[in-house]
């Protein structure tokens, strides 16, 4: 028994001597870190070799990557704005790709994130002219609404809530709780303005004023996509993108969308605009995650309470953000 326990600790010994002669005496550094595996093609439904592609927008459009809540080492979670572009990367690379499906479950998100992937999608149509159409399903709003019009058509599920044009800036002010528990804050700035927005005092009559006009220039930027896209007059646009939400009827008769439809309508839509008799569905995912039908989401959710926390977190700090969202 002894003997066999040398004889393995010898072993162990010329291998590890064996690793440091092939390493040249170098540290041998071992990365168990979990890694973003690359996309893999699934097909839902449909057969042939023309593929309509189907992209997932759901939840709080950011570059920032959702909360996980999972025991152990998860895999990293990947920012909806980095799988966005990947996933059209991969679709402009594939000359079977002849049609895109934009499936969108959004209250909208940050200013930024919106435009970008309105432009990300815009840059993919133009370049591989491939028809695009977005179908909306719960929430097609603010931001949400944004990124569907870089589509050539939008088709509305029959209970979509769309709209809510318009942006909001959220902030919080802490100065009567402070003066509650005998805290203060100070603040050292090179100007005046320099901390307007700050959630240890009040905004002044002049810094309000300030942030309103930025938010006036976004809000103009996005009545300008509207009137561009869904060609209506620039007046009717600015009436109908006071902030208010739509049902999908109240959204066709305002030529906001084109249709009311449910997923296989948004579907045959794609298909005929690319003239194809037959193609096949297909999604892109990642190893391990479930996206049998044309209904999964693209990421596992999050439980519902981190989620919410964390774009409580993302809306009002640190400092104000400008956002294209319906968050009542």
Known sequence: MRQGTYTGRMLRAALLGVALLLAGCSVISIDLSPRVRP?????????????????DVSGFLS??????????????RVPLLVRFREELKKAS??????????????????????DIMYRELELFRRER???????????????????????????AHPTSVTGSIGVIMLTVN????????????????????????????????????????????MHTQFVAK???RRRIPAETARTVADGRIYTAD???????????????DAIDAAKRAAGLDEARVVVY??????????????????????????QLATLVGPGPRFLYLWWP
């Open 39 to 55: 996309l893999r093609e699934e097909t839902v439904e449909g057969r042939g070799t023309a593929k309509v592609l189907l992209v």
């Open 63 to 76: 570059d920032e990557a959702p909360p996980s809540v999972s025991i152990g080492s998860p895999p990293p």
């Open 93 to 114: 690379e594939d000359r079977d790709v002849k049609a895109l499906v934009l499936r969108i479950n959004s209250p909208g998100g940050t200013v930024t994130a919106s």
């Open 129 to 155: 002219k491939l028809p695009v159409v977005a179908v909306m399903m719960d929430v097609a709003a603010s931001g949400g609404y944004y990124v569907a019009l870089a589509a050539d058509q939008i088709v």
């Open 174 to 217: 802490a100065e009567g709780l402070l003066q509650k528990i005998g805290v203060s804050a100070a603040a050292i700035t090179s100007g005046d303005r320099k901390d307007m927005g700050s959630p240890f005092r009040t905004l002044t009559a002049e810094e309000r004023a300030i942030f309103q006009s930025v938010i006036d220039g």
């Open 226 to 228: 509207v009137v561009e």
């Open 250 to 264: 109240q959204a066709v008769a305002l030529k906001l969308v084109d249709r009311v439809g449910y997923m296989p």
């Open 285 to 310: 995912h990642r190893p391990r995650q479930y996206r049998a039908t044309y209904y999964a989401r693209s990421e596992t959710e999050a439980s519902a309470i981190p989620t919410t926390l964390s």
